[in-house]
């Protein structure tokens, strides 16, 4: 008896981590020219996973766009660390407790640069609550923040992506997941925000946080290596356990100057989206898919750019306002 409930627990335990949700299923990358569209390499790129603290790129592009919209100043509004932070768990670099204050950029920069999950539902509570304000209700602050995640997944066409939190860390029973061409549809979208973009591409940064005995600051260094490296503009790490190492990245060229047949001077503007998932030389291994990418593109581009199978050749990307 003993042994057949051994036998029917590993059973169950096999059943689990042969669902797509559960397992970590091999490596999904995905390489995009982004003002085209054009897909370059894709490799399970539509394989519905976690994908760690590339979440909190959703995380961040909504707290942006809700900024955007009120005209808060990131640099000077203060959010309040919940005192429900203490459910997240997983590292706290910065010793966050509750009724700590910070702004919203430097909250930014933790949850970006250094994935700090507590940073980033912060975040979240802050602009729920604002956005709960508005709309003259009372709710769930995190459970409204990440209905807008979700609603900018729609919008952007992220047909294969739920998110379930803002933050990056992995939940038993867990529906949230997104794929690797989601995330370029994500990274892409962040990457045009000015405030998001610049915070990215930086190697660290001080940033402060007001406690109850008084100021204190911290140093925070951005988690990705290709930071630095010519072109690169960021843009996201992330590792858990059931993702893998991952990572997002951004790069430009400067527009390719051409002249056109009246003789007038035309510039195609030029950048290179990459998305690995559960990759663990993942920074290695996207700098290969760059190299790679660009050379594929260059040929395209040489060759006239013709698109014959355009559902199967370029990605959709909606850019809404």
């Known amino acids: ?43 399970n790129a539509t394989v519905k996973r976690p994908v760690a603290s590339l979440n909190i790129i959703g995380t961040a592009a909504v707290a942006v766009d809700w900024a955007t919209a009120t005209g808060a100043d990131i640099a000077t509004t203060k959010i309040t660390v919940p005192q429900t932070v203490t459910l997240i768990g997983g590292p706290n670099p ?17 949850a970006l640069l250094g994935s700090d999950n507590l940073a980033a539902f912060s975040i979240a509570d802050h602009v729920g609550r604002e956005i709960l304000s508005r709309r003259g209700k009372n709710g769930d602050s995190i459970a409204t923040f990440v209905g807008e995640m979700n609603q900018l997944a729609k919008a952007l066409a992220m047909t294969q992506t739920r998110f379930g939190f803002p933050h990056g860390l992995d939940r038993p029973g867990s529906r949230a997941f997104s794929t690797a061409a989601d995330m370029v549809r994500l990274s892409a979208y962040a990457m045009k925000r000015n405030a998001f973009n610049f915070i990215v591409r930086q190697q660290d940064r001080n940033i402060s946080v007001f406690t109850s005995s008084g100021k204190r600051g911290f140093l925070i260094k951005n988690s990705n290596e290709l930071i630095g490296e010519p072109g690169i503009l960021g843009v996201k790490t992330g590792t858990t356990p059931a ?78 306002l």
């Open 243 to 320: 993702a893998g190492p991952c990572v997002s990245v951004c790069m430009d060229r400067q527009p390719l100057v051409r002249t056109k047949p009246d003789g007038s001077k035309g510039a195609t503007p030029r950048r290179i989206m990459v998305v690995v998932l559960n990759n663990p030389d993942r920074f290695n291994r996207a700098r290969g898919l760059i190299r790679q990418g660009w050379s594929i593109y260059d040929a395209w581009l040489s060759s006239g750019a013709q698109v014959l199978k355009r559902e199967q050749e370029i990605l959709s990307m909606p850019m809404p």
């Open 94 to 110: 910065m010793n966050l407790q509750p009724g700590d204050q910070l702004t919203l950029r430097d909250a930014l920069y933790s």
């Open 1 to 43: 008896m003993k042994n057949y409930k051994i036998l029917k627990a590993l059973s169950l335990i096999a059943i689990l981590l042969s669902s797509p949700l559960f397992a970590q299923a091999p490596e999904s990358v995905m390489v995009v020219e982004a003002y085209s569209g054009k897909i370059l390499l894709a490799s």
